[in-house]
Structures are given as structure tokens and as C-alpha cells.
């Protein structure tokens, strides 16, 4: 049969009468009704359609489609093989009005796409309801590595178990649904223009992608989704997760459908998707959460899910928010395209990134009210554009468990008041590893910084149970207060040199000076509590008075040593040299050696 069309003066039915073989050949052809039983083989080589009634092939021993072939029914669509598969070539499109029937397998090479013909819907799986739907009771005898269904009406999936499916329902009202019973398949993609509903157990085994446009993902109290150890990418107008969604190691992905915005909070905002805290439970994942839209993003009062171990990374069009009340995480990543507002304290068992500036462009900046903390159990990053910076005011605290990152420069204000508070950076090792500052990052849970150029402030303070490590620190001027380091372990000054305005160390264990030690303007004091040693041809260097103390033990120096004063120099214990100890004046007003001091800037 070669582009045969049945013309409407054929009212009544078309038999082919054989037992032999018959071939659909040329480009398509057309009938009302077709029935074909009975036959050897069945060859459809071109597209074949009805207009008005079922559309039967049933082969005894061979069937076969070739590449690129429709087979368009306008009622029910039944295909058999009595002896043999259902043979489709790469690529081969079945469209229905009403109920699919396979009698035998259906092998298709690459791609299976299933349309329904009048847009009545798709049923998949449970009791054909009967009512215009595209029916497939089961997927049971098809055979391709990917299958696609499409309508314009809504789909239904109960029982479904499949390999790599795509649900297609793109009509304006149109809608997906899991109902009843649990389906199972390979990967899963999910278009649906109104909505998608999970109301039993959904199991995939490769990546999932649901799509619900302009309408909700909604997940209900008997509703799962879990694809363990593959990504999860939703796309929704809001999300509603009564039941939980499992990603194992994979990442699970949500995107504001219609750039509105994303709320972490409890107060929903109509037309804003949010995530409230029964949400984020319900959520598992160690491979991390990530949250997009074009717009802003808004959190408060979010506690750290425990089944929630990856990152939370949230990324946002124009801007991210912390307000209202504190919250927790485990690790958290906030990206903004506009500016980064933190009003209340964060939490993390990991690592925590503020990045204000994902576009390079603008003047995007960080900004901390009076008197936050960050207690950060990982690394702590902060970068923003470098005509935003990162702003505090009054007392500003980073409690960090790793390395602290600065890539833009950080300014903790005064306030002038009242009441008026000091700028005051505080940064306190959180597990009392140590701080190792400056030098390379050693790697072995100390928290490290770098270096601290990009620090202004009045006052810096560091704080850590265990010992401290400076190496080759210079005091930038922006730092124009008193930089005090917290410890009752020990402090050791390595590299080749360091440099501070003024430097006060006093109530620690042990001190180390192993490199050349400086300041600039002000007192240098050193007291250690049991043990204070100096490496060989070390220089230390005061602009005021020098103040070297070490309670039960001697000041230890190796071979020789320069101190350079231009003040009062006081040694609270006998100061050890092996073999040369040199003091010089160093603003040359003189030295006075014992007597009264003159109180006239020299050495005494």
C-alpha cells in the first residue's frame, strides 16, 4: 500500500484479505478505520493514519517499522506480534486518541514518543478511566532507551515502572500527577505547564528534571521523590513539600519559575516561592540544595535541617537578605548579583560564603548591622565588587573553624553614638586549633588568614584556645587602633619580618620570636608566662618603650641580639645572649643608663 488515501465515498470498511505479507510504502497513507490480522509480516514503511477509528496490526511471525515512521490512530491503537518483537528502527512516533494496546514488545532504537492525538489526556498505568484519555496500562512491552509522551491535556502515572521517560503536558491548565501506586524509572523529565503533583513514591535512577512552570511541585504527606546519588532540577512558581524529596550525593536544584523572588522563612508571600522550615526537613541531600531565581532572596529564622548536610547555595538575580531572626546551616553559599545585607547572627558546622558580587559589576557590597556574629565551623569568605566593600559598624565578630578569606576590603565603622562603640573586628578561632596568620596556609585546621590589607578598623581582636602563628604580618594603616592577640598558649613570630603600629602580648605560655618584630608608633610589650625565646640576629624594634617579661623562666636569645628602642626599655627577667646583645637608640634623642629617667624621649 503506496500513499493510498480512502476517499469519503468508501463509507464502510476496507479489508486487505491475505495471509502473506503487507507493506505500508511511499510517503503516508490515510483510511478511516484499519484492521490488519492475520498476516505474516506487517512492513510500515511510511506513516499511516485514521481519521475517524481504531487502527489494528497484527502480524503472526515479523513486524516492522522504519526510522522516523507516525502511526497516527484516531481511536484505539493496537499493535501485536503473535511470534516475534514489534521492531522499530532509531526513531518512531505512536499517536493516539484512546487506548494503546501492545501485544508484544516494542523495540525502538533511540527514541519512543507517544502523543495524545486529541488532547483528552494521558493515562498511565491503574484502570483506564474511560473518558477520552490515552491509555497504556503498563509499559511492560516497550523497549527504548528513551520514551516520550506528550498532550495537551493532563497526565496521570500510577504503577509505572520504565526506563528513561519524559512527560510532556503543555496545555495552559494542563497538569502531572504520581497517584496511587509507586512508580520506578531510569532518569525522569517532567514538563507540565500547570503543575506537577507527587502523591505516592517516585524512584529514579538516573538524573530528574521536573518542570512545573507557571504552576506548584507539590509533594504530599504519602508523596516521596528519591533518585539516590543523581541530581533533582526543579523548576516551579512555588514548592509545597509535605512528603520528602532524597537526592542521596546528588544536587537538588529549585528555580523560581517566574523570577518573583524565594523565601527561607515561615510567612509566605503570595506569589513568591517559599521554602518554609517543614519544607527544608524534607529535604535530603549530602551532595547540597541550590536556590535560584532572577530576583531577591530572603531568610529567617532557618534551622539547619539534619538531613540536610550539603550546601545551601542560594543565587540571587539582585539580592540576599538575613533579617528578623538568626539562623543555622550546615554549609551555606549566598550569590548576588545586587548587594548582600546580613541583620542577624549565622551559624554553620561548615563553610559559609558571602560572594556580593557574581556579575564583576556595580558597586554591590556586604553589609553587617552592629554587633553580628558569624560562628563559621569551615572556611569564611567574603567578596563583593571593589567599589562596594564589606561594611560592620560598632562590634563585629567572625568565629571561624578554617581559613577566613577577605577578596575585598572589610571596614568595621565607629559609631559616633550615643551610645558611640569602637569599631572592633573580632575573630576567634572556633575549635582552638590555632590561627596561623600570614605565611601559607598550613592546612591542618588552624584558622588562617592570609594577610591584613584588606581589614580597616579601629581595633583588632584574635582570639584562640590554642597557639598562634604570625608570619610575616604587616599592620596596614587602616588598622589604627590596638591589635590584640587572645591566647594562654603560645605566639610565635616567623618568616623574615613583622610589623604592628603597636603590639601588647602578655598571659601566654610560651613566645617565640623567630623572625624580625616592629612597630611603628607605638609600645612593643612581650610577656610570656614560662618560656620566651629569640632566634639568632633577631631584630627588635620599638617606636616607644619596649617591655620584654617572661614570669618564670629567663628571656632566652640564641648568639646575637638587637633590640632598637626610642623609649624605656624594661626587662621583667634576666635577658640570656651568647654573644652579642646590641641596643640601639632609635630615634637618636640619647640613652640614659641608670639614674633618674629623664623623661625626654631617650633610650633609658
Do not use: W
Request: net charge negative.
Amino acid at each position: 500500500v503506496e500513499d493510498i488515501t480512502q476517499p469519503g465515498t468508501i463509507t464502510g470498511t476496507l479489508t486487505f484479505g491475505t495471509t502473506q505479507n503487507i507493506t505500508f510504502a511511499g510517503t503516508a497513507s490515510s483510511f478511516s478505520a484499519l484492521d490488519v490480522q492475520g498476516v505474516d509480516s506487517v512492513n510500515v514503511n511510511s506513516d499511516l493514519t485514521t481519521t475517524t477509528g481504531d487502527l489494528t496490526l497484527n502480524a503472526v511471525n515479523t513486524f516492522s517499522f522504519a526510522d522516523g515512521v507516525t502511526v497516527n490512530s484516531a481511536g484505539s491503537l493496537n499493535l501485536d506480534s503473535t511470534n516475534s518483537t514489534l521492531s522499530g528502527m532509531d526513531n518512531l512516533t505512536l499517536v493516539v486518541d484512546d487506548t494503546l494496546t501492545l501485544g508484544s514488545t516494542l523495540n525502538v532504537g533511540v527514541l519512543l514518543t507517544i502523543t495524545d492525538g486529541d488532547g483528552g489526556g494521558i493515562q498511565l498505568g491503574g484502570a483506564d478511566p474511560g473518558t477520552g484519555e490515552l491509555y497504556l496500562a503498563n509499559l511492560n512491552n516497550i523497549s527504548s532507551p528513551s520514551l516520550t509522551f506528550n498532550t495537551s491535556g493532563n497526565v496521570a502515572a500510577d504503577g509505572i515502572t520504565a526506563g528513561t521517560v519524559t512527560l510532556n503536558a503543555t496545555g495552559p491548565t494542563s497538569t502531572v500527577t504520581f497517584e496511587n501506586n509507586s512508580s520506578s524509572f531510569a532518569g525522569l523529565t517532567v514538563d507540565a505547564a500547570a503543575g506537577i503533583t507527587i502523591a505516592t513514591s517516585v524512584v529514579t535512577s538516573d538524573s530528574t528534571i521536573l518542570d512545573a512552570n507557571a504552576g506548584n511541585l507539590i509533594v504530599t504527606s504519602v508523596g516521596s521523590l528519591t533518585s539516590t546519588d543523581n541530581p533533582i532540577s526543579i523548576t516551579a512558581d512555588d514548592v509545597s513539600l509535605q512528603g520528602t524529596i532524597n537526592s542521596g550525593s546528588g544536587l537538588i536544584s529549585i528555580t523560581d519559575s517566574d523570577g518573583s523572588g524565594i523565601g527561607l522563612e515561615a510567612t509566605a508571600v503570595i506569589g513568591r516561592l517559599d521554602l518554609d522550615q517543614t519544607d527544608l526537613n524534607h529535604i535530603n541531600s549530602s551532595g547540597g540544595l541550590e536556590l535560584i531565581t532572577s530576583s531577591s532572596v530572603v531568610v529567617n529564622g532557618i534551622t539547619a535541617p539534619a538531613n540536610l548536610t550539603g550546601t545551601l547555595t542560594l543565587d540571587a538575580g539582585t539580592t540576599v537578605s538575613f533579617s528578623t531572626a538568626a539562623s543555622s546551616f550546615a554549609s551555606i553559599e549566598a550569590q548576588a548579583d545586587g548587594a548582600i545585607t546580613v541583620d542577624v547572627n549565622l551559624t554553620t558546622t561548615g563553610d559559609l560564603i558571602l560572594n556580593a558580587d557574581t556579575d564583576d559589576a556595580g558597586d554591590e557590597a556586604i553589609t553587617f548591622a552592629e554587633g553580628i556574629t558569624l560562628d563559621v565551623g569551615g572556611d569564611l569568605s567574603l567578596s563583593s565588587s571593589a567599589n562596594g566593600g564589606i561594611d560592620g559598624s560598632g562590634t563585629l565578630t567572625f568565629i571561624v573553624g578554617g581559613a577566613l578569606t577577605l577578596s575585598d576590603p572589610l571596614t568595621v565603622s565607629d559609631i559616633t553614638g550615643p551610645p558611640a562603640v569602637t569599631g572592633t573586628l573580632v575573630i576567634t578561632d572556633k575549635d582552638g586549633d590555632g590561627i596561623q596568620l600570614g605565611g601559607a596556609d598550613p592546612g591542618t585546621g588552624e584558622l588562617y588568614l592570609a594577610n591584613l590589607s584588606n581589614i580597616t578598623t579601629t581595633d583588632l581582636t584574635f582570639n584562640t584556645a590554642g597557639d598562634i602563628t604570625v608570619e610575616d604580618i604587616t599592620q596596614p594603616g587602616t588598622i589604627t587602633g590596638t591589635l590584640t592577640f587572645g591566647t594562654t598558649q603560645n605566639i610565635t613570630f616567623a618568616g623574615t619580618a613583622s610589623s604592628f603600629s603597636a603590639l601588647d602580648v602578655q598571659g601566654v605560655d610560651s613566645i617565640n620570636v623567630n623572625s624580625d618584630l616592629t612597630t611603628t608608633t607605638g609600645d612593643l610589650t612581650l610577656n610570656a608566662v614560662n618560656t620566651f625565646s629569640f632566634a639568632d640576629g633577631v631584630t627588635v624594634d620599638s617606636a616607644g618603650s619596649l617591655n620584654l617579661d617572661s614570669t618564670n623562666s629567663t628571656l632566652a636569645g640564641m648568639d646575637n641580639l638587637t633590640l632598637v628602642v626610642d623609649d624605656t626599655l624594661t626587662l621583667g627577667s634576666t635577658l640570656s645572649v651568647g654573644v652579642l646583645l646590641t641596643i640601639a637608640d632609635g630615634d637618636g634623642d640619647g640613652i640614659q643608663l641608670g639614674g633618674i629617667n629623664p623623661g625626654t624621649g631617650a633610650l633609658y
